[in-house]
């Protein structure tokens, strides 16, 4: 799953990231409780706001639970002890998925 959000920002909103992940802002909120490795920040009223590094772990998240099927007790489990593997493959994933897709692009436009 490709993420859009602006790669210049340093924070997003709750709105702006369950929007990308096309959930609930309610599910953000619940993860965020379910998985230590979000740290969102809290600004003045209390909002909380993703960084980027946020976000990464929410796509690696989204990805266990939603794509994959994981429980949230197996996701916790696997993120705990092969977190730097599993991203890896996940990266891989995503940049050959978008490779597809610009080579898709590329085969409709010929």
Same mark, same amino acid.
């Given at each position: 799953?490709?993420?859009?959000?602006?790669?210049?920002?340093?924070?997003?909103?709750?709105?702006?990231?369950?929007?990308?992940?096309?959930v609930n802002a309610s599910l953000i909120r619940f993860w965020?409780?379910?998985?230590?490795?979000?740290?969102?920040?809290?600004?003045?009223?209390?909002?909380?706001?993703?960084?980027?590094?946020?976000? &990464?772990?929410? #796509?690696?998240?989204?990805?266990?639970?939603? $794509?994959?099927?994981?429980? !949230?007790? %197996?996701?916790?489990?696997? @993120? &705990?002890?092969? #977190?730097?593997?599993?991203?890896?493959?996940? $990266?891989?994933?995503?940049? !050959?998925? %978008?490779?597809?897709?610009? @080579?898709?692009?590329?085969k409709d436009a010929l």
């Open positions: 799953m490709q993420i859009d959000l602006s790669p210049d920002k340093r924070y997003y909103s709750i709105g702006e990231v369950a929007k990308a992940f096309n965020d409780k379910e998985f230590d490795v979000l740290k969102p920040k809290k600004n003045a009223k209390g909002n909380r706001m993703f960084t980027p590094e946020d976000v &990464k772990n929410l #796509q690696l998240i989204y990805h266990l639970v939603k $794509e994959r099927g994981f429980t !949230l007790d %197996g996701a916790r489990v696997h @993120l &705990k002890e092969g #977190q730097k593997k599993t991203l890896d493959k996940y $990266e891989i994933i995503s940049k !050959l998925e %978008g490779i597809k897709k610009q @080579l898709t692009d590329l």
